[in-house]
């Protein structure tokens, strides 16, 4: 395991929510000379960037790499529109939509992790 640090936390299914509706998306193909294909959200209040890269998930095997990803929130639920009782919810992102969605997954399934600082 890795040690983030007292300050660092998943991001909860709101904060996505909000990053999904505060920024402009568009597919960056290689990332600041990176190679590393994913989405780019600019704020539409400050012009601040993040990057999501493509990093795939997992079911049996890697899946998507390099046109999707989904990030797990910290936000444990169900929404009652998922086919499975124990469920997180997650952001998924993916070329050509350019969007990020929330919404519930199967707590077995590898999702990656993207960690956010407490203010």
Known sequence: TVNWGDNWRLPTREEFLELARECEWK????FGGSGVAGLVGISKKNKNVIFLPFCGYAKA????????????T??????G????DAASYHARI???SRMVQVSNAA???????RGVVNK
């Not at 910290?74 to 929404?79: F, M, V």
């Open 61 to 72: 095997t890697v899946e998507a790499e390099g046109t999707a990803a989904t990030y797990w």
């Open 81 to 84: 529109t998922s086919a499975y």
């Open 94 to 96: 993916s070329n050509p």
């Open 107 to 113: 707590q077995e399934m590898g999702r990656n992790v």
């Open 27 to 30: 597919i960056a193909s290689d």
């Open 74 to 79: 910290s936000t444990y639920g169900y929404d």
